[in-house]
């Protein structure tokens, strides 16, 4: 009966896209909220659905837009990513213009910030499309090549695009990081289009889970000195944060 009920809230996430718990305790009036909770954990064990906050949304939902190799990103680490982007959203003040890259940590994001008088750059695909859902934002999407492993764009045309536009906040990730090599990605391209960003911005606020430290890509965009800010999760190491707090940068 069990797996009855989970294969069933699989199809019915698969078949809406995305739903509230409360939304699924109407679906399921018999079944009490802890156990749907305990449902979710497991299809998300199963890779077949991403909790977000407040609910649930089907793994399917985010192929249609993004393809495979950003699926499986998006499902890993999940919890970590989640806490990031809850505390990254909470710094974001309405009025703002700020920049949001396209990382499946940002796209958690675009899910958390609220539904601000907020102007919003991004080069992120799935983020626009996340936070084109509120009314009150105003989102700019950066064109340029399509970089498939994250669904995110840039272009070496992009500092004359970032010559007129403004933006105070830059609230970016890194796909890998060590106190040596600094924060790294796997793109030549995105990571001349992240230092724009971090040269262009007033405050840099860097979104990093700590599967991420230890881990070298090819290409160096930032360093400790160039942020202003370490979001991350409970589980990053304590000498690594002191190695934060030492450059003065706030951890939190």
Not at 28 to 38: E, I, Y
Not at 117 to 141: D, H, P, S
Not at 164 to 177: C, G, K, P, T
């Amino acid at each position: 009966m069990k797996r009855d009920r989970i294969e069933e809230l699989a199809e019915l996430l698969d078949k809406r896209g995305k739903m509230t718990l409360e939304q699924l305790e109407e679906y399921f009036p018999n079944v009490s909220q802890m156990t749907l909770r305990r449902d979710l954990f497991q299809l998300e064990e199963d890779g077949k659905i991403i909790r977000i906050r407040g609910g649930a949304m089907s793994v399917k939902e985010i192929q249609k837009v993004s393809g495979e190799p950003y699926t499986k990103k998006t499902v890993i680490h999940t919890d970590e990513k989640i806490t990031i982007a809850q505390k990254a959203a909470g710094l974001i003040d309405d009025g703002i213009s700020l920049f949001i890259d396209g990382g499946t940590t940002a796209m958690y994001l675009a899910k958390e910030i609220g539904d601000l008088n907020c102007t919003i750059f991004t080069n992120g695909v799935a983020v626009a499309m996340e936070l084109a859902q509120k009314k009150n934002l105003r989102i700019t999407v950066i064109g340029g090549q399509l970089i498939k492993e994250n669904l995110s764009t840039a272009s070496p045309m992009a500092k004359e695009y970032f010559n007129d536009m403004n933006f105070e906040l830059a609230v970016i990730s890194a796909s890998a990081f060590t106190p040596v090599n600094g924060f790294s990605c796997n793109s030549q391209i995105e990571a001349d289009l992240l230092k724009l960003v971090c040269a262009k911005a007033k405050a840099v606020y860097m979104m990093l889970d700590s599967s991420k430290i230890g881990k070298v890509m090819p290409y160096t965009f930032a360093h400790i000195k160039d942020i202003n800010v370490l979001i991350t999760d409970q589980n990053f190491p304590e000498e690594m944060r002191s190695v934060f707090q030492q450059n003065d940068i706030v951890v939190m």
